[in-house]
Nanobody, 114 residues
Framework: QVQLVESGGGLVQAGGSLRLSCAASGSTRGIMGWYRQAPGKQRELVATIQRSYTTNYADSVKGRFTISRDNAKNTIYLIMDKLKPEDTAVYYC??????????WGQGTQVTVSS
């Protein structure tokens, strides 16, 4: 069983930056990532990172967001730069273990004002 605890959301003006953190308890040998869900929309992938540090980003955040991982601390981070109002959403941390079980954090609100 993996438990995920996110932190770092908040309110920021357009063009600003935020850093999200997700600390995992339990084994996280699989892929981890960030997803987001805006009001009235489906949850969508933001970025993922494998234990080997291979990353994947949604086209909408490429060049602005950076995902990183500290395997020793079982923690992933999402540095969000040049934030836009359309980045406003609840951001969820995800971990998938080697048996393909998905675990989700409680979510953290990110609001970008114009």
């Amino acid at each position: 069983q993996v438990q995920l605890v996110e932190s770092g959301g908040g309110l920021v003006q357009a063009g600003g930056s935020l850093r999200l953190s997700c600390a995992a308890s339990g084994s996280t040998r699989g892929i981890m990532g960030w997803y987001r869900q805006a009001p009235g929309k489906q949850r969508e992938l933001v970025a993922t990172i494998q234990r080997s540090y291979t990353t994947n980003y949604a086209d909408s955040v490429k060049g602005r967001f950076t995902i990183s991982r500290d395997n020793a601390k079982n923690t992933i981070y999402l540095i969000m730069d040049k934030l836009k109002p359309e980045d406003t959403a609840v951001y969820y941390c995800n971990a998938r273990d080697l048996a393909a079980n998905d675990y989700w954090g409680q979510g953290t609100q990110v609001t970008v004002s114009s």
